[in-house]
């Protein structure tokens, strides 16, 4: 398995008491696995893809990615596993709008020194860029793009690093019912392609068909997500 959970529990106090509390039963995911995390607003979708990454720890429970516990790491550990393990597609995409779309693929080379920007990793750029039908528009500025195209160079930059997992936020928020159902298929097929898993938090059931499981979260006292 690339990732195993425990009985998770997570808390945001305020003061001594908590303000917000998430408790996610164990799971796992192997590679080519493509899980939704379903849940409405404030319930915990982006605080459980935050424990995945490593950027938040659980206050109960463990996340362990190749057998190995998130939380046994160090802070400069839990960084080199977000740079080189995990790959992101963030809601609003968080694309450099000074950047053309190659560049905009490969900035999780220019962000982390662990990481080597070569031939090898512009090939892998180009291929993915290919894969989802924008290697003709690889020089253009992202102010040039589509919502839906931004959407597929957000995946494209998520897939660039090989990553073991992926984790995607509210991919297909604010898209229309066709253009939601294309990300959702895109991602899932392209993580199973890289030979990731995938993890996406929605709230969207339009959607669920093409995922091979899905995770409920309720909801929940506190209003973070």
């Known amino acids: 398995m690339l990732i195993e959970t425990t009985d998770l529990v997570f808390r945001r106090m305020a003061g001594e008491k908590a303000a917000f509390e998430l408790r996610v ?24 893809l935050a424990l995945l990454s490593g950027e938040l720890l659980p206050f109960e429970g463990e996340v362990r990615a190749r057998g190995r516990s998130l ?14 393990c995990v790959g992101q597609v963030f809601q609003t995409f968080e694309l450099v709008a000074s950047l053309d779309v ?8 220019r962000l982390h020194g662990s990481l080597a ?31 839906g195209e ?9 897939l660039v690093t090989q990553p073991m997992i992926v984790l995607a ?5 604010n898209l229309d019912p066709a ?21 996406v938090a ?3 059931e339009s959607i669920l068909g093409s995922f091979t499981g899905v995770l409920d979260i309720g909801s929940l006292r506190g209003g973070s997500r």
């Open 25 to 48: 039963p164990a799971f796992a995911l192997a590679r080519g696995a493509a899980l939704a995390v379903r849940g409405p607003s404030g319930s915990g979708k982006s605080t459980l």
């Open 71 to 84: 939380s046994s790491m160090g802070d400069a550990e839990r960084r080199a596993y977000r740079a080189t």
């Open 102 to 109: 190659l560049e905009n693929v490969l900035l999780p080379f």
């Open 117 to 147: 920007l070569d031939d090898d990793a512009r090939a892998r750029a180009l291929e993915l860029l290919e894969r989802v039908d924008l290697a003709d528009k690889s020089r253009r500025s992202i102010d040039r793009l589509s919502h």
């Open 150 to 158: 931004r959407q597929r160079v957000a995946i494209a930059r998520a």
């Open 169 to 173: 936020d509210e991919p297909t928020g």
């Open 179 to 199: 253009l939601k159902r294309a990300i959702a298929e895109l991602l899932v097929l392209e993580a199973r392609a890289a030979n990731a898993a995938l993890v």
């Open 202 to 204: 929605t709230h969207d």
